[in-house]
Nanobody, 125 residues
Framework: VQLVESGGGLVQAGGSLRLSCAASGRTFSSYAIGWFRQAPGKEREFVAGISWGAHSLSYADFVKGRFEISRDNAKNTVSLQMNFLEPEDTAVYYC???????????????????WGQGTQVTVSS
């Protein structure tokens, strides 16, 4: 499966962005999808994940109440709605697919087999 992120950009603190992850392949609906981010000089970290049927969602503590992940299997897309953005959210955001997950979307990046190229999110203060 191939993943392509879009929707990144420059936004002021307190603003919103909506990231999209578009996937190719007919088996997309059976994959868990995760969003990760990597800021300069920092390791890549988990942001949010959604199970194949959207019955299970997972969020990092630092985004709870601000970000929302969703998916549309008919359109092969997963979205990440980001609200109340902070300068600390500045990073390259990646989506990733895990074809083997069961009920819960993994938070460990090593469990994801397919990755997009990333989209830059910059939040100014």
């Amino acid at each position: 499966v191939q993943l392509v992120e879009s929707g990144g950009g420059l936004v002021q603190a307190g603003g919103s962005l909506r990231l999209s992850c578009a996937a190719s392949g007919r088996t997309f609906s059976s994959y868990a999808i995760g969003w990760f981010r990597q800021a300069p000089g920092k390791e890549r970290e988990f942001v949010a994940g959604i199970s194949w049927g959207a019955h299970s969602l997972s969020y990092a503590d630092f985004v709870k109440g601000r970000f929302e992940i969703s998916r549309d299997n008919a359109k092969n897309t997963v979205s990440l709605q980001m609200n109340f953005l902070e300068p600390e959210d500045t990073a390259v955001y990646y989506c990733a697919a895990d074809p083997l997950s069961d009920y819960y979307p993994p938070t460990n990046q090593n469990e994801y087999d397919f990755w997009g190229q990333g989209t830059q999110v910059t939040v100014s203060s």
